[in-house]
Each structure stands twice: as structure tokens, then as C-alpha cells.
């Protein structure tokens, strides 16, 4: 990973790796060895998150830590991190005493899925205001994506046919094999052209 980190809960003590120093951008010389430096370093969005997992953990709720939040860097910018944990010690009464884990970088991650959700939004907005019928299917001609218009047109609610065999369903029988290879030929690389059916 990114660095590692072991917390003695007792004491509120932190030992912070040189790799996870090095990785927020911070010299050894300005991180304190205690838990309130990272607290102070969690993104105020994410506070709650990082402290829910993380007494999840401590009262045996989860096996392991496991959680994504912000962290801040020295240069200013928050980047996306991965800590992955488990209690090592406990006391006689059960109360975890020592914490250690591991920070792993997911930023690139985090904004790769940011961009896809950012296309999937175009993608939907340009789908449903389409004043055409949309209608997509996987290789086994189950129907993936019906939008508004379809519905309109068609007077079929999405919920209804999502799933559905399109050829069986919604074709008749005398046209099934040719919209079958014609469908078949299109994703071969083909292109359709004066596609008409009933």
C-alpha cells in the first residue's frame, strides 16, 4: 500500500510509516505522532463515515476496517484513500488497545468513476429526451434499455420489458429470422439501412 500506520488506543500514539508521510506530501518533522493529527487531516464530509467503520470494527461489528474516505495533503488537496485494518490487541474486558493498517491511493479510481458516471448522466439525458424510439439489446436480443419515446410509442412501460426476449416478444413470426440476421449482421460490423417491420 501507500504507507502504513499503528495506533495505541491507550495512549492515542500513532506510529505513521515513512511511506505514509511521504505519500500525503508531509515531512516527518510536521506530523505529530498521535491520532488527533490524522483526525485533523479526514475530509469534514467524510468524518462521519471514517468513524462509523471505524467503531464498527472496534466493537467487533466487522472483522476488519475497511473504509474510503478524503485525507488531506501538505500541498492542500484532499486525495481519496483505502484503509484497510484489524485490532491486534484487546484488554481484559475486550476493549480493543491497538489498531494497525494500511492506506492504499484510490484517487485515479475515485475519478475514473466520477468521469463514468459523468458520461452515464449524458448518456441517459441524450436517451430519454430522444424524440425517437431507443431500444437496446445484448447479443441474446434481451432488451437492456428502453426509453421514453419507446414507451410512448409502443405503449410499453420499461419496467415491463426490461429483460425480455425482443425478437419472441415483440416481433411476428414471419419476420423473426430476417430481423434475427439482420440484427446479427449490424453486429458483425454491417449497417442497417431502409429497415422497416412490423
Known amino acids: 500500500g501507500d504507507g502504513s500506520w499503528d495506533w495505541n488506543i491507550e495512549t492515542g500514539e500513532v506510529f505513521y510509516s515513512d511511506r505514509w508521510i511521504e505519500s500525503l506530501r508531509y515531512n516527518r518533522s510536521e506530523v505529530p505522532p498521535y491520532i488527533s493529527f490524522w483526525k485533523s487531516l479526514v475530509h469534514p464530509d467524510d468524518e462521519e463515515l471514517f468513524r462509523d467503520a471505524l467503531s464498527k470494527h472496534l466493537e467487533r461489528c466487522t472483522k476488519y476496517l475497511e473504509v474510503e474516505y478524503r485525507l488531506k495533503m501538505g500541498t492542500g488537496e484532499y486525495r481519496w484513500t483505502l484503509d ?21 491511493d484510490i484517487t485515479s479510481r475515485k475519478r475514473a468513476e466520477r468521469q463514468h458516471q459523468q458520461v452515464e448522466l449524458r448518456y441517459r439525458a441524450i436517451v430519454e429526451t430522444a424524440g425517437c424510439v431507443i431500444v437496446v439489446l445484448n447479443r441474446n436480443f434481451r432488451i437492456l434499455e428502453w426509453n421514453r419515446a419507446a414507451e410512448e410509442i409502443y405503449g410499453w412501460k420499461r419496467s415491463e420489458v426490461w429483460g425480455k426476449d425482443y425478437v419472441k416478444e415483440f416481433l411476428p413470426e414471419s419476420v423473426r429470422v430476417a430481423v434475427t440476421e439482420e440484427i446479427r449482421r449490424v453486429l458483425a460490423g454491417g449497417e442497417a439501412k431502409n429497415y422497416e417491420i412490423r
Open 84 to 104: 484497510r485494518g484489524r485490532v491486534l490487541n484487546r484488554d481484559d474486558k475486550g476493549c480493543a488497545v491497538r489498531i494497525a493498517g494500511t492506506s492504499f
